[in-house]
């Protein structure tokens, strides 16, 4: 008899089979579980970097280049390279700008990681060994993506024509979609393959790009600037590569520190759920974690209650003390400071209360009665000498120093007989003159 699966049943088989077929790699990914970073300052296992600007961090995006101003740089690279052959790396972006705004987004899979790359673009980095992927208007359509190689021989900064490198290439106008882009790399045993919204890009069975290289991200902004955006970087393993396992050092580590708790027992290490098959085997190493997990508990109830009977002894002991020093036990006082400490200071106060003193008996026992009236006396000569001479004076000066008015009449005429006398004498000179004829 053939047992026939539900539709239901026959999709929870399909996730499941899916899920087994691959695993996100946390360290090497960002963005897949909703919040980039945990505290909004950094991304974990990533370094941020700009030029001319700082990368805004925000809770569900990466702005590597802002709207403005322009001539920015903006770059994320991972710290650890990743250590499987094989892997897929699903990410989303998104470039808005204005109507001519321009610029490059560029994924990188390089060996040694920001230090070849930095913020630089597939036009300014010179050498580097990976792989390249730059998203930018090149072409008619409004927009491609292509893929460059490079084994570390050659310098793209200096070369006379970059664009003649690519080795792959497709049209996609990705600017102002008012949505996010969906880039999937993939790299296996049947080469590499670039998918954009579910389409496919382009493929090549010759590249095989090997492990223990960085992924990485940079975006460069021209003068009218475009806004590179990235929402989700994830890097998972393909169905052929066992999950990533932790750091065996650290894992030892880890148990160290378990065993050196007070109490502690045994600390089990950690398993692949892969390697254990049978269902009996399951449910010990089960049982055996929460008996385990219970045990902690139940030595942190009894390290806490150690540490509350420590305070209250510690409480206890310092209201002892303060007790007894409010009660004037001397043994606990500080020593006062002897009469020789406090003469020095005992003679300046007396010296300032004989100066306060003097001066008293000084403002007290004097009469200024008479400095106030020669002072008021001086005052009103002042005011009456102002009020009585000043304008006779102004008057005189006035007078002495005005020009005389038969002066000036005396010079207006004498100017003008000179200038008749002149007149007189041109007319006659030129009477006498002797006449030409033509």
């Known amino acids: 008899m053939i047992a026939r699966l539900s539709p239901a049943s026959l999709a929870w088989l399909l996730f499941s089979t899916s899920a087994q077929a691959s695993y996100v790699i946390e360290g090497l990914s960002f963005g897949h579980k909703g919040a980039i970073s945990p505290n909004g300052r950094a991304v974990p296992g990533w370094h941020l970097s700009g030029e001319n600007h700082t990368p805004q961090l925000l809770s569900d995006r990466i702005i ?9 740089r903006g770059a994320i690279f991972a710290d650890n390279p990743i250590t499987q052959p094989e892997w897929v790396v699903e990410t989303e972006f998104r470039a808005s700008g204005q109507e001519r705004g321009s610029g490059n987004l560029n994924f990188w899979f390089v060996d040694t990681g920001r230090s070849a790359v930095g913020q630089s673009s597939i036009y300014t980095v010179s050498k580097f060994d990976g792989l390249a992927l730059v998203v930018d208007q090149y072409g008619p359509r409004g927009g491609s993506i292509r893929g460059f190689l490079n084994d570390g021989s050659a310098n793209f900064k200096d070369h006379h024509n970059v664009d003649s490198l690519a080795f792959g290439h497709c049209d996609y106008a990705y600017r102002n979609l008012g949505r996010p882009s969906k880039l999937r790399i993939e790299n296996g045993a049947h080469g590499l393959r670039v998918d954009i919204d579910g389409t496919s890009c382009f493929h090549s069975e010759k590249v095989n790009l090997p492990p223990g290289y960085f992924f990485g991200i940079s975006a460069a902004a021209s003068e009218n600037p475009d806004s590179f955006e990235v929402y989700k970087f994830s890097a998972s393993t393909t169905n ?16 160290e520190k378990l065993d050196k708790f007070p109490g502690a027992p045994e ?5 692949d759920a892969s390697t254990i ?26 390290e806490f209650e150690r540490l509350s009977r420590q305070m209250n002894e510690r409480h206890a002991e310092l209201m002892a003390k303060v007790a007894g020093t409010n009660a004037g036990d001397s043994s606990d006082k500080p020593q006062q400071p002897t009469g020789e400490a406090l003469l020095p200071l005992s003679r300046r106060v007396e010296n300032i209360e004989r100066i ?11 009469d200024y009665r008479e400095h106030l009236t020669n002072l008021q006396q001086s005052i009103e000569g002042v005011r009456g000498g102002l009020t009585e001479h000043l304008p006779e004076t102004i008057a005189h000066m006035i ?22 006398g002149a007149y007189i004498i041109y007319k006659r000179r030129r009477a006498n003159a002797p006449k030409k004829y033509l």
Request: aromatic share 6%; net charge neutral; charged share 20%.
């Open 356 to 366: 306060a003193l003097a001066i008293q008996r000084d403002v007290e026992g004097k």
């Open 240 to 255: 052929s590569i066992s999950r990533e396992e932790p750091n065996v050092e650290a894992k030892r580590q880890h148990i």
């Open 64 to 72: 590597l280049t802002p709207p403005a101003p322009g001539g920015t």
């Open 277 to 302: 098959k049978a269902q009996a085997d399951q449910f010990a190493d089960l049982h055996n974690r929460l008996q385990g997990m219970t045990h902690q508990i139940a030595n942190m109830f009894g």
């Open 267 to 271: 600390a089990l290490p950690d398993a």
């Open 399 to 420: 007078s002495t120093a005005a020009p005389k008015m038969g002066m000036f009449i005396f010079v207006v005429i004498a100017f003008q007989v000179m200038l008749a």
